[in-house]
């Protein structure tokens, strides 16, 4: 007898969960619609939504079109019962943002690092993500997580492993942010956070094979594999900006030679573009806006460093499409032609046959907005299994 009771519980919350991600997927739509699209019959679907309903996640929106009875009743998840912080913590840079259950921001807020160090950085993190959750309207869930992007290795409890341009290591992340904040924190390398935004809001929606390439400070890389996450066997895949492109190259802080950063970054432009004295990623983009032919054809190197590692990575993963993201996003104009040309010369005819090279849709927010979908999605995954309030 207890056991039937179990499989009855276990029964409404999957049921509850097909509806949920009905109406996520498909609304505005009727009762009637969602037992069509789910095969569920119309009294356990009537009854699954006035639950989500009484949760909040569901609200009526007045009548549809009728197909000969009574007007149906309409429903709409509601995007403002929760709200979850994003965070892009970057070498030099926080950026947050805080969204609606969609994922759309509702307050945006950046601020420079004026150093790597955790003293420096750890106070500031904090003060952030304090300033979003302030900012967050009422709600029935309130603010129910918190998503933050790092550039670096993590592992399954949210430590940072290894970041070798922040010089930290071992470091307690997910712990120390959930004890400030009593809050669930997801944290995740910066590349497979973008990887999700631009999957989820950007160029990457309906890509089933892609690879984000998130080109700032240094490089990292998102890979998603049949609309899936890759992690590799210890979740650390994606450290792609050590591939190697130079034998006796310089050297690099995460004790390699001549990896891929060191040539296609943003610093690595910044070192080429200083003796011209433009110092900053906006003058150079402002000097490129204006035409000055030395940043073009600055632009243009990077661009050819960039699609010699890409070309690497199709020769690979042979993915659908190579999305460029974070801040050399911007310079998509002036890099995307040397980008395209040195791929197509360097990779194998089969690969390259309908790979599309793109630019973030979300350009420097890919990796922010990822961040709070990561948060949004564990809340979902709560809810699904067993409503909450």
Avoid at 107 to 125: A, F
Avoid at 147 to 162: E, M, N, R
Wanted: glycine share 12%; aromatic share 6%.
């Amino acid at each position: 007898m207890q056991k039937s009771t179990g499989d009855a519980a276990l029964i409404k919350k999957i049921n509850t969960a097909i509806v949920l991600e009905c109406v996520l997927t498909h609304a505005p739509l009727s009762r009637a619609q969602i037992s069509e699209k789910t095969g569920l019959n119309k009294a356990t679907v009537s009854s699954l939504v006035q639950d989500l309903i009484a949760s909040h996640l569901v609200l009526e929106i007045g009548m549809g079109e009728s197909s000969g009875g009574r007007k149906p009743v309409m429903l709409l998840f509601n995007s403002q019962a929760g709200y979850a912080v994003g965070i892009d913590l970057g070498v030099n840079y926080i950026r947050g943002v805080l969204t609606d259950l969609r994922g759309e921001i509702i307050h945006e807020r950046r601020v420079k690092l004026p150093g790597i160090s955790q003293e420096e950085v750890l106070p500031r993190l904090s003060e952030s993500i304090r300033s979003l959750i302030s900012s967050a309207p009422a709600s029935p869930y309130g603010v129910i997580g918190i998503g933050i992007g790092v550039p670096g290795i993590v592992d399954d409890s949210g430590t940072i492993l290894f970041a070798p341009n922040l010089e930290w290591e071992l470091t307690p992340l997910s712990r120390l942010v959930e004890e400030e904040f009593k809050l669930p924190v997801t944290i995740d390398n910066e590349a497979n956070a973008g990887a999700q935004g631009e999957q989820k809001y950007g160029a990457g929606r309906g890509i089933a094979h892609q690879i984000y390439v998130s080109v700032g400070i240094g490089i990292g890389t998102g890979i998603i594999i049949n609309k899936e996450l890759y992690k590799g066997a210890s979740g650390f895949s994606g450290e792609l900006g050590h591939l190697s492109i130079s034998l006796e190259g310089k050297q690099c802080r995460c004790g390699n030679k001549g990896c891929w950063e060191l040539y296609a970054s943003e610093n690595a432009l910044l070192e080429l573009a200083a003796p011209l004295g433009f110092e900053s990623m906006e003058a150079v983009l402002a000097e490129a806006e204006a035409g000055n032919p030395e940043v073009l054809q600055l632009l243009s190197q990077t661009g050819q460093y960039l699609g010699i590692g890409i070309a690497n990575i199709v020769n690979v993963f042979n993915p659908d499409a190579v999305i460029i993201g974070n801040t050399m996003s911007l310079a998509g104009s002036w890099i995307g032609e040397a980008v395209r040309e040195t791929v197509a010369r360097r990779t194998l005819p089969y690969h390259r046959s309908g790979m599309q090279i793109l630019f973030a849709e979300q350009q420097e927010r890919s990796a922010v907005r990822g961040a709070a979908y990561y948060a949004i999605s564990r809340f979902f995954e709560r809810v699904k299994g067993g409503l909450e309030g």
